[in-house]
């Protein structure tokens, strides 16, 4: 039997580590190999502008780790616009070089197709290869619900199409679907509140506003 993990809160001297853990879970995937189709600088570039967004979460969101720090979620507060990373497309365009213009494109597409509504985005759920089937990630998103219940609060996030039964058996529901060109799918799936239903609306982005890179 799987041991259930206690969870904490991320401190800055984590935020290398949760980026690092991040870009291990997707390096394999679709979307890292969409992202950045050559293999030998795939991870270093997903863990530095991973690191960039880990960063972000914990002056705008937060971070939780279990406490074998082998998995993590990174989300943000979205109760009312937040800015963008700060000097986000400087740093971007270091971190990712030519392959910028596809993280760009992601986080535009994510960012058009988030609610307008104030809610929780759950922009990362990762736990790394070593850990994988330990139940890690059904404890975090057990965490991640009862904070969200506690504040009866929206919740939006975009995943995999692989990752979208464990996100329903936590009370998420499938929306929309963002076919990225000559790439793959990612699934936009929303947890209403608790307490009532808000129906969500969709609204145009600014461009600082149209920056965030979710998986």
Known sequence: ?????RIRAA??????H??????????????????????????????????????HALFYGDVHLTDDATAATVGFHRYRPIPPPANYPTRLGDAAGA???????????????????????????AVSPSARRSGHATSL????????DHVNLLSWTSTTPDAQSL????????????????GPVIC??????????????????????ARQFGV
């Open 18 to 55: 949760v980026a690092a853990l991040i870009a291990d879970a997707l390096y394999p995937s679709p979307l890292a190999t969409w992202l950045i189709p050559d293999p030998g600088p795939r991870h270093r570039i997903l863990t530095d502008v991973l690191g960039i967004w880990v960063e």
């Open 11 to 16: 401190r800055w001297a984590d935020k290398d």
């Open 141 to 148: 998103l057990g965490h991640h619900r009862s904070r969200l």
């Open 99 to 125: 392959h910028s213009d596809r993280f760009d494109l992601l986080d535009r597409l994510l960012a058009e197709d988030r609610p307008s509504e104030p809610h929780y985005h759950l922009a990362f759920l």
């Open 188 to 209: 936009s799936m929303r947890r209403s509140p608790l307490h009532g239903d808000i129906q969500p609306a969709k609204t145009s982005a600014t461009p600082d506003q």
């Open 1 to 5: 039997m799987d041991t259930v993990p």
């Open 167 to 182: 996100h329903v058996r936590h009370g998420y529901i499938p929306e929309s679907a963002i076919q990225l060109p000559e």
